[in-house]
């Protein structure tokens, strides 16, 4: 599928992994609309690239509903989905002093991470169904789950499970929206340099980097961005999980 454009939307948007994705949409041509939390950065991303912004609680079915009828009305029926939107709580199973692990914090990245990626498909796929296709497509999506969904390490329990689910629903959902000539990808990327990292000493982050085996760094937001346009490009791509992450097997910890 062709960007030039095309409207296009990217949940998390506003910067890391979902801000280098939506970068490379309006490099491309797409007309993009940033969907995400943080208004303040999201607003100016959004205008540095030539995006639209929409505040937007992936995990709240009518917020979701409001801004794809919002960027729709603006830009047209979408044809491209990045889910890139989610949280990563480190909470060990049972802590110190024998305290349980909160189910409030698991519901909550399971609320945001699955759910709210399921949410963001359902709503857009039923719009773009709608839609003529173009050539032999209509549109593709693309979620984000994580090498935590396979190799989860101490205090990851709700994260992976959050991400083992998208892992998990990428076929199925795949399958499903096949009638509807909607393909539909998962990228589980390794470490990148993402806002959180950045926030990390350059020591740590050099840490970090030397566990990958090759290349021996933290990964760049603009090497997810090059496979989800990758991904966009080629229609044989669907239903299947892509490891980014130079070979790394995370240990326990």
């Known amino acids: 599928m062709e960007l030039k454009g095309i409207a296009a939307i990217v949940t998390g948007g506003a910067s890391g992994l979902g801000g280098a994705t939506a970068k490379m949409l309006a490099a491309g041509g797409a007309k993009v609309t940033i969907f995400d939390l943080n208004e303040e950065v999201g607003k100016a991303h959004a205008q540095e690239i030539g995006a639209t912004f929409q505040k937007v609680n992936v995990a709240d079915e009518a917020s979701v509903a409001a801004a794809l009828d919002a960027a729709q009305a603006a830009n047209g029926v979408a044809r491209v989905l990045v889910n890139c939107a989610g949280i990563a709580p480190a909470v060990k199973t049972v802590g110190r002093e024998n305290v349980p692990h909160s189910a409030e914090i698991f519901t909550k990245a399971i609320t945001v991470n699955l759910i709210g990626t399921f949410t963001m498909i359902a709503q857009f796929a039923a719009r773009l169904a709608a839609a003529e296709p173009?050539?032999?497509?209509?549109?593709?999506?693309?979620?984000?789950?994580?090498?935590?969904?396979?190799?989860?390490?101490?205090?990851?329990?709700?994260?992976?499970?959050?991400?083992?689910?998208?892992?998990?629903?990428?076929?199925?959902?795949?399958?499903?929206?096949?009638?509807?000539?909607?393909?539909?990808?998962?990228?589980?990327?390794?470490?990148?340099?993402?806002?959180?990292?950045?926030?990390?000493?350059?020591?740590?982050?050099?840490?970090?980097?030397?566990?990958?085996?090759?290349?021996?760094?933290?990964?760049?937001?603009?090497?997810?961005?090059?496979?989800?346009?990758?991904?966009?490009?080629?229609?044989?791509?669907?239903?299947e999980v892509i490891r980014l992450d130079g070979a790394i097997r995370m240990a326990p910890k």
């Open 134 to 239: 173009i050539g032999e497509e209509r549109g593709v999506i693309i979620n984000t789950a994580s090498v935590a969904a396979y190799d989860g390490q101490i205090g990851q329990a709700a994260y992976s499970a959050s991400k083992g689910g998208v892992v998990g629903m990428t076929l199925p959902i795949a399958r499903d929206l096949s009638q509807h000539q909607i393909r539909v990808m998962t990228i589980a990327p390794g470490i990148f340099l993402t806002p959180m990292l950045l926030g990390l000493p350059q020591a740590a982050q050099d840490s970090l980097g030397k566990m990958v085996p090759h290349p021996s760094r933290l990964g760049r937001p603009e090497e997810y961005a090059k496979l989800a346009a990758s991904i966009i490009d080629n229609p044989m791509l669907n239903g």
